[in-house]
């Protein structure tokens, strides 16, 4: 055992502290159920992972939800044991559409970057409806709502942990990335670091919509209501891509600090291979009900997976890259590495390779380890300098440049304000 303070954690190694499960929020349920969150003061025994947010869900390696777990609003704290300091600050968001996931997965395992010298903090926050669902006299977006308070935690008590409140970066990929930029919108943050932001908000007409097919009686029957919804569409975009819940928000916030921006090649190739991804044969059918022009979709007619890359164009790849364009200072990287699919690059950037041979696409050899050692030394790089240790790309060469031709000038509407297919 360890000990910070007030709070009891557990040593990973001689190098690396852990401090698991602090709670940063009184539970979310009863009559603080669809509230603002509350503050906790928290102190005691810190090594085992909080119970997670309300969620149908089975991911390898983490925990489910199971009905009856409340104290869901906690954090978790992997810091270098040494006294030296105060560490640069990384407080990443987890991703999985703003629906599922956890920081308690062990792609999110902070020990690797805290021995390279970070203080690294993850939390979990209110998910689906529980955290972006509308309901009548509540706040909109309580998930986000979840991570401020809990990045306001941090900023009050890292120091404890060695960490340094004035250089805090806020980090995430994919809907963590979405939430990395509205939290840098909002709070007092040096950096930023997004991996595959998804260009999606969600306007208040299209989250009341959705609210009118949810039994939000119990946490229980409301996860089993969203999935039913999710489950029942069969036209449009929704049939494609069954995402409800996310930030409801005109558009994604504007990047105003240093910021460190990847997207993957293929991102929707993972969305395919698992079987959420399901586009109708005819390619441009699909190009017409995301409202994406014809010329675009000719352009991707003679790939195999037209489909996939299309797609993840579309939702990812161009909305990041248009990003760092219009920020001026960003880096921008491209995750390349076969499968090359969304969320590959995690376990490479959080330098947790084993136990992520689906994720990276087989056990990790030599030139796996090599180039994680190289992800995660730029993230403690750009954290604690703002520079990641390269020059960022301008350039992509002839195939990258022709692919992103064709979207040149085209608009990318973040807003999602689809029709709803009702439950049957």
């Not at 306001?152 to 939430?179: C, K, L, Y």
């Not at 969304?342 to 992520?356: E, I, K, M, R, Y």
């Amino acid at each position: 055992m360890t000990r910070r303070g007030q709070f009891r954690g557990r040593a990973v190694d001689a190098e690396v502290d852990a401090f698991l499960g602090i709670r940063y929020a009184e539970p979310p349920f009863g009559p603080r159920r669809f509230a603002a969150p509350v503050p906790a003061d928290f102190a005691g025994d810190c090594r085992e992972f909080g119970p997670i947010a309300p969620q149908s869900a089975r991911l390898p390696g983490a925990p489910v939800w199971r009905p009856g777990d409340e104290d869901v609003l906690t954090l978790n704290v992997w810091a270098p044991s040494t006294s030296d300091g105060p560490w640069p600050v990384l407080f990443y968001v987890h991703g999985g559409a703003y629906t599922f996931g956890s920081s308690a997965q062990p792609d999110y395992d902070g020990a690797a970057l805290a021995r390279a010298g970070l203080v690294v903090v993850t939390c979990n926050y209110r998910l689906g409806f529980e955290g972006f669902g509308h309901v009548d006299g509540r706040p909109a977006n309580r998930g986000l709502l979840d991570q401020r308070a809990a990045l306001r935690w941090v900023r009050e008590h890292v120091a404890v942990f060695g960490g340094d409140p004035g250089n805090i970066t806020v980090g995430g990929q994919s809907a963590g990335a979405g939430s990395a930029l509205f939290l840098a919108s909002w709070e007092p943050v040096r950096r930023v670091i997004a991996h595959s932001v998804p260009n999606r908000v969600y306007p208040v007409a299209f989250a009341r919509r959705v609210a009118e097919w949810i039994d939000a009686g119990t946490p229980e029957s409301t996860v089993a209501s969203a999935d039913a919804l999710a489950a029942a569409q069969r036209t449009g975009p929704l049939s494609y891509d069954p995402v409800l819940f996310g930030p409801v928000a005109d558009a994604l916030p504007a990047l105003e600090v240093d910021a460190l921006l990847c997207h993957a090649d293929v991102e929707y190739a993972l969305f395919d291979a698992v079987g959420t991804f399901r586009p109708p044969a005819d390619l441009r059918a699909f190009g017409r009900a995301w409202g994406i022009p014809e010329h675009v979709v000719a352009a991707y007619e003679h790939f195999e997976d037209a489909h996939v890359r299309l797609a993840g164009d579309f939702v990812f790849a161009e909305p990041t890259t248009r990003l760092a364009e219009a920020h001026g200072r960003a880096f921008l990287a491209r995750f390349t590495r076969p499968p090359a699919w969304h969320t590959a690059d995690v376990p490479f950037s959080f330098g947790n390779l084993d136990g992520a041979d689906f994720l990276i696409g087989g056990p990790a050899g030599d030139d796996e380890r090599a180039l994680s050692r190289r992800m995660l030394q730029a993230w403690v790089d750009f954290c604690t300098t703002g520079d990641p240790g390269w020059t960022g790309v301008r350039h992509w060469g002839d195939e990258v440049e022709a692919r992103r031709a064709p979207w040149r000038g085209v608009d990318l509407p973040a807003s999602v304000d689809y029709p709803v297919q009702p439950v049957t």
